[in-house]
Structures are given as structure tokens and as C-alpha cells.
């Protein structure tokens, strides 16, 4: 069993940047693929970003590409998010998730394990 904690989210104006952390605890994250979702209010959850456990691939939402840069670390067994040039449409709780295989992966379905989430709020 892996348990994910997401941390880093806040209240940040247009044009700001944050850093989303995902922590895993229990069985240690090698092997998995990771990524990040998120949801906003009335809204279905989205895919945000993937990589593969080795971190040789990465894949973006076009909504996000070129703005949102997302890590590994799997020595700390920790996923990162950072997000550049935040807009008020980036107003969503973030959700990091594994997959208990190693290829990229980019459908809710396709994921074992997700944490709680943490709020991203954009808005001056």
C-alpha cells in the first residue's frame, strides 16, 4: 500500500508561481508511475501531468504545457509540481496519484493510489 500527502498549495495572484510536493510514505514509489490531477468546483478531475518511474518521460496537459514543470525524486520518494505563470482557471484542488507500473500513464483509471489533495487558488 503507498499513502500519498500533497503539499504546497495556497492563494497566489495571476502571473505567480507555486511548488506542489507529493510525499509518499508506506511502500516506497519505485516502479511507479506518478501524476498529477486536478479538480475544480463543478468540474470533472483532470489530467494535469505524468511521468514515468524513471522520469525518462513527461506529458502535459495542453492547458498547462509550457507553464507547469513536474519531478521526481525517487530517492525521497517525492513528486513534484511546479507551476509557473498561474491562472485564475488553475483554481483547483491538485491531487498527485501512482500507478503501481512503471509506464507513463494519463487516465484516472489507469492509477491505484491518489493522496487528498491540496487548494490552488488564483485571484488577485
Known amino acids: 500500500q503507498v499513502q500519498l500527502a500533497e503539499s504546497g498549495g495556497g492563494l497566489v495572484r495571476p502571473g505567480g508561481s507555486l511548488r506542489l510536493s507529493c510525499a509518499a510514505s508506506?511502500?516506497?514509489?519505485?516502479?511507479?508511475?506518478m501524476g498529477w490531477f486536478r479538480q475544480a468546483p463543478g468540474k470533472e478531475r483532470e489530467f494535469v501531468a505524468a511521468?514515468?518511474?524513471?522520469?525518462?518521460?513527461?506529458r502535459y496537459a495542453d492547458s498547462v504545457k509550457g507553464r507547469f514543470t513536474m519531478s521526481r525524486d525517487n530517492t525521497e520518494n517525492t513528486l513534484y509540481l511546479q507551476m509557473n505563470s498561474l491562472k485564475p482557471e488553475d483554481t483547483a484542488v491538485y491531487y498527485c496519484?501512482?500507478?503501481?507500473?512503471?509506464?507513463?500513464?494519463?487516465?484516472?483509471?489507469?492509477?491505484?493510489?491518489w493522496g487528498q489533495g491540496t487548494q490552488v487558488t488564483v485571484s488577485s
Open positions: 511521468i514515468s518511474w524513471s522520469g525518462s518521460a513527461i
Open positions: 496519484a501512482a500507478s503501481r507500473t512503471t509506464g507513463i500513464k494519463f487516465g484516472l483509471t489507469e492509477y491505484d493510489y
Open positions: 508506506g511502500r516506497t514509489v519505485n516502479g511507479y508511475a
